[in-house]
């Protein structure tokens, strides 16, 4: 069973960086061919994939977010980590990381999620 938990500070100010991190278990992080992603829900509105980074360590970003944000990954503690800077109000949202099977072309797990509130 893979389980994925997010963790990182509940509360950013504004115009500083975002840190959270996804610990894995259940699966190698490195296991071909998995991505591991980033999605946020802002409150009152849908999902947004922020990007992803691939079992090889390749990192993808959605265009819209791609200035300000860095995924990375630490395969000694099976972690993945998003950063985002200058951070703003709009960017208050619930934050998931999940796993891409490409097999069933989708997500087939996901973390609880994680409430992350930026103050201005």
């Known amino acids: 069973q893979v389980q994925l938990q997010e963790s990182g500070p509940d509360l950013v100010n504004s115009s500083q960086t975002l840190s959270l991190t996804c610990t894995v278990s259940?699966?190698?992080?490195?296991?071909?061919?998995?991505?591991w992603s980033w999605i946020r829900q802002p409150p009152g509105k849908g999902l947004e994939w922020m990007g992803a980074i691939a079992y090889d360590g390749s990192a993808y970003y959605s265009p819209s977010l791609k200035s300000r944000t860095r995924i990375s990954r630490d395969t000694s503690k099976n972690q993945f980590s998003l950063q985002l800077s200058s951070v703003t109000p709009e960017d208050t949202a619930v934050y998931y990381c999940?796993?891409?099977?490409?097999?069933?072309?989708?997500?087939?797990?996901w973390g609880q999620g994680t409430q992350v509130t930026v103050s201005s």
């Open positions: 259940g699966r190698s992080i490195t296991t071909s061919y998995y991505y």
């Open positions: 999940a796993r891409v099977n490409p097999v069933v072309a989708g997500y087939d797990y």
